[in-house]
Protein backbone atom coordinates (compact mmCIF):
# COMPACT_ATOMS: atom_id res chain seq x y z
CA UNK A 1 0.00 0.00 0.00
CA UNK A 2 0.85 3.56 -0.49
CA UNK A 3 1.78 5.38 2.51
CA UNK A 4 0.98 8.79 3.03
CA UNK A 5 4.54 10.19 2.68
CA UNK A 6 4.95 8.24 -0.98
CA UNK A 7 1.51 10.25 -2.25
CA UNK A 8 2.56 13.31 -0.62
CA UNK A 9 5.59 12.77 -2.81
CA UNK A 10 3.51 11.74 -5.65
CA UNK A 11 1.70 15.36 -5.07
CA UNK A 12 5.10 17.26 -4.52
CA UNK A 13 6.29 15.76 -8.14
CA UNK A 14 3.36 17.26 -10.14
CA UNK A 15 2.10 20.19 -8.34
CA UNK A 16 3.88 23.13 -8.33
CA UNK A 17 1.39 25.73 -7.68
CA UNK A 18 1.23 26.04 -3.77
CA UNK A 19 -2.52 26.58 -3.68
CA UNK A 20 -3.70 23.45 -5.18
CA UNK A 21 -1.54 21.25 -2.72
CA UNK A 22 -2.97 22.97 -0.09
CA UNK A 23 -6.22 22.12 -1.44
CA UNK A 24 -5.81 18.91 -1.32
CA UNK A 25 -4.14 19.28 2.11
CA UNK A 26 -7.60 20.70 3.56
CA UNK A 27 -9.11 17.86 1.69
CA UNK A 28 -7.33 14.93 2.90
CA UNK A 29 -7.84 16.51 7.09
CA UNK A 30 -11.84 16.49 5.88
CA UNK A 31 -11.98 12.98 4.10
CA UNK A 32 -9.41 11.78 7.72
CA UNK A 33 -12.03 13.15 9.43
CA UNK A 34 -14.80 11.65 8.25
CA UNK A 35 -12.93 8.18 7.96
CA UNK A 36 -12.77 8.45 12.33
CA UNK A 37 -16.51 9.54 12.83
CA UNK A 38 -17.69 6.99 10.69
CA UNK A 39 -14.61 4.24 11.71
CA UNK A 40 -13.43 3.86 8.34
CA UNK A 41 -9.66 3.49 7.17
CA UNK A 42 -8.13 6.65 7.49
CA UNK A 43 -4.90 5.97 5.53
CA UNK A 44 -7.07 4.91 2.87
CA UNK A 45 -9.64 7.78 2.87
CA UNK A 46 -6.78 10.46 3.44
CA UNK A 47 -4.68 8.80 0.56
CA UNK A 48 -7.98 9.71 -1.73
CA UNK A 49 -8.35 13.20 -0.65
CA UNK A 50 -4.71 13.97 -0.45
CA UNK A 51 -3.92 12.53 -4.46
CA UNK A 52 -7.74 13.48 -6.04
CA UNK A 53 -6.44 16.67 -8.03
CA UNK A 54 -2.69 15.32 -8.28
CA UNK A 55 -2.38 15.72 -12.38
CA UNK A 56 -4.42 18.71 -12.49
CA UNK A 57 -1.54 20.63 -13.75
CA UNK A 58 -0.45 18.37 -16.27
CA UNK A 59 -3.92 17.09 -17.17
CA UNK A 60 -5.98 20.24 -16.96
CA UNK A 61 -9.14 20.05 -18.74
CA UNK A 62 -12.37 17.50 -18.56
CA UNK A 63 -11.10 15.46 -21.23
CA UNK A 64 -8.02 14.37 -18.78
CA UNK A 65 -8.32 15.20 -15.31
CA UNK A 66 -8.69 12.92 -13.43
CA UNK A 67 -8.87 9.86 -15.63
CA UNK A 68 -5.62 10.42 -17.72
CA UNK A 69 -3.87 10.67 -14.13
CA UNK A 70 -5.09 7.35 -12.95
CA UNK A 71 -2.33 4.98 -14.78
CA UNK A 72 0.39 6.65 -13.05
CA UNK A 73 -1.63 6.25 -9.49
CA UNK A 74 -1.54 2.76 -10.43
CA UNK A 75 1.79 2.72 -11.65
CA UNK A 76 2.74 4.34 -8.36
CA UNK A 77 1.30 1.45 -6.01
CA UNK A 78 -1.79 3.40 -5.16
CA UNK A 79 -4.93 1.12 -4.19
CA UNK A 80 -7.55 0.38 -6.62
CA UNK A 81 -9.95 1.80 -4.07
CA UNK A 82 -8.46 5.22 -3.64
CA UNK A 83 -7.91 5.36 -7.77
CA UNK A 84 -11.75 4.51 -7.87
CA UNK A 85 -12.82 6.90 -5.76
CA UNK A 86 -10.79 9.62 -7.57
CA UNK A 87 -12.04 8.60 -10.29
CA UNK A 88 -15.92 9.13 -9.12
CA UNK A 89 -15.35 12.42 -7.66
CA UNK A 90 -15.64 13.71 -11.04
CA UNK A 91 -18.91 14.03 -13.00
CA UNK A 92 -17.69 14.03 -16.51
CA UNK A 93 -15.66 10.77 -15.86
CA UNK A 94 -19.31 8.32 -15.59
CA UNK A 95 -17.97 6.29 -12.79
CA UNK A 96 -20.91 6.08 -10.20
CA UNK A 97 -20.20 7.25 -6.66
CA UNK A 98 -21.15 3.52 -4.81
CA UNK A 99 -19.34 3.72 -1.63
CA UNK A 100 -19.05 6.04 1.38
CA UNK A 101 -15.78 7.18 0.73
CA UNK A 102 -16.23 8.00 -2.75
CA UNK A 103 -19.44 10.00 -2.16
CA UNK A 104 -17.10 11.65 0.80
CA UNK A 105 -14.31 12.42 -1.07
CA UNK A 106 -16.83 14.39 -3.79
CA UNK A 107 -18.74 16.07 -0.33
CA UNK A 108 -15.48 17.31 0.73
CA UNK A 109 -13.96 19.07 -2.43
CA UNK A 110 -15.79 22.29 -3.62
CA UNK A 111 -16.79 22.58 0.04
CA UNK A 112 -13.06 23.39 1.15
CA UNK A 113 -12.38 25.84 -1.66
CA UNK A 114 -15.42 27.95 -0.07
CA UNK A 115 -14.61 27.56 3.37
CA UNK A 116 -10.54 28.84 2.86
CA UNK A 117 -12.25 31.93 0.55
CA UNK A 118 -14.43 32.29 3.46
CA UNK A 119 -11.38 32.39 5.73
CA UNK A 120 -9.18 34.72 3.45
CA UNK A 121 -11.62 37.70 3.65
CA UNK A 122 -11.69 37.67 7.22
CA UNK A 123 -9.29 40.61 8.72
CA UNK A 124 -7.40 37.76 10.48
CA UNK A 125 -6.98 35.43 7.72
CA UNK A 126 -7.37 32.69 10.12
CA UNK A 127 -9.68 29.61 9.81
CA UNK A 128 -9.81 29.38 13.40
CA UNK A 129 -12.20 32.30 13.84
CA UNK A 130 -14.30 31.32 10.87
CA UNK A 131 -17.71 30.06 12.38
CA UNK A 132 -20.04 28.03 10.05
CA UNK A 133 -22.69 31.04 10.70
CA UNK A 134 -19.87 33.21 8.97
CA UNK A 135 -19.52 30.69 5.94
CA UNK A 136 -23.54 30.60 5.88
CA UNK A 137 -23.42 34.36 5.43
CA UNK A 138 -21.35 33.87 2.21
CA UNK A 139 -22.79 31.29 1.28
CA UNK A 140 -25.84 33.77 0.36
CA UNK A 141 -23.78 36.39 -1.53
CA UNK A 142 -23.32 34.37 -4.74
CA UNK A 143 -20.99 37.09 -6.13
CA UNK A 144 -18.45 36.01 -3.36
CA UNK A 145 -16.39 32.76 -4.37
CA UNK A 146 -18.87 32.40 -7.15
CA UNK A 147 -15.98 29.28 -8.51
CA UNK A 148 -17.57 27.63 -6.00
CA UNK A 149 -20.66 25.53 -7.49
CA UNK A 150 -23.12 25.87 -4.60
CA UNK A 151 -25.27 23.64 -6.56
CA UNK A 152 -22.74 20.78 -6.29
CA UNK A 153 -21.67 21.84 -2.88
CA UNK A 154 -25.73 21.02 -1.61
CA UNK A 155 -25.57 17.73 -4.26
CA UNK A 156 -22.84 16.47 -2.72
CA UNK A 157 -23.60 16.67 0.94
CA UNK A 158 -27.34 15.50 0.07
CA UNK A 159 -25.83 12.29 -1.79
CA UNK A 160 -22.92 11.69 1.15
CA UNK A 161 -26.27 11.80 3.09
CA UNK A 162 -25.14 14.74 5.89
CA UNK A 163 -27.04 18.22 6.28
CA UNK A 164 -25.27 21.11 4.23
CA UNK A 165 -24.75 23.16 7.47
CA UNK A 166 -23.72 19.79 9.72
CA UNK A 167 -21.49 18.71 6.61
CA UNK A 168 -20.17 22.53 6.94
CA UNK A 169 -19.14 21.96 10.74
CA UNK A 170 -17.65 18.67 10.36
CA UNK A 171 -15.30 20.31 7.50
CA UNK A 172 -14.52 23.24 9.24
CA UNK A 173 -13.42 21.14 11.94
CA UNK A 174 -11.03 19.02 10.05
CA UNK A 175 -9.40 22.52 8.55
CA UNK A 176 -9.25 24.13 11.60
CA UNK A 177 -7.21 21.08 13.32
CA UNK A 178 -4.57 21.64 10.16
CA UNK A 179 -4.49 25.59 9.96
CA UNK A 180 -0.93 26.08 9.70
CA UNK A 181 -0.39 23.29 6.64
CA UNK A 182 -3.23 24.94 4.99
CA UNK A 183 -1.69 28.04 4.99
CA UNK A 184 -4.64 29.82 7.13
CA UNK A 185 -3.18 29.95 10.35
CA UNK A 186 -3.37 33.53 10.09
CA UNK A 187 -3.41 35.96 13.20
CA UNK A 188 -6.87 34.31 14.97
CA UNK A 189 -8.72 36.78 17.45
CA UNK A 190 -10.33 34.52 18.56
CA UNK A 191 -9.20 31.41 21.36
CA UNK A 192 -10.75 29.35 18.49
Same mark, same amino acid.
Given at each position: ? !??? $??? @?????????????? *??? @? &???? !?? *? /???????????????? #?????????? /?????????? #????? *????????? %?? +???? /??? /?????? =???? $?? +???????????? !?? %? =??? *?????????? %?????????????????????????? $?????????? &????? +??? $??? #?? +???????? =?? &??
Amino acid at each position: M !TTR $QEA @LEIVREFVKNENLV *RHM @L &AVEA !TM *R /HYARLYGEDEEIWGLA #GLLHDFDWEI /HPTLEQHPQA #GAPIL *RQRGVPDVV %VD +AILS /HAD /HTGIPR =TTRM $QK +ALYACDEITGLI !TA %V =TLV *RPSKAIADVT %VKSIKNKWKDKAFAAGAKRPEIEAAA $QEFGVDLWEH &ADHVL +AAM $QGE #GE +ALGLAGTP =TS &AG
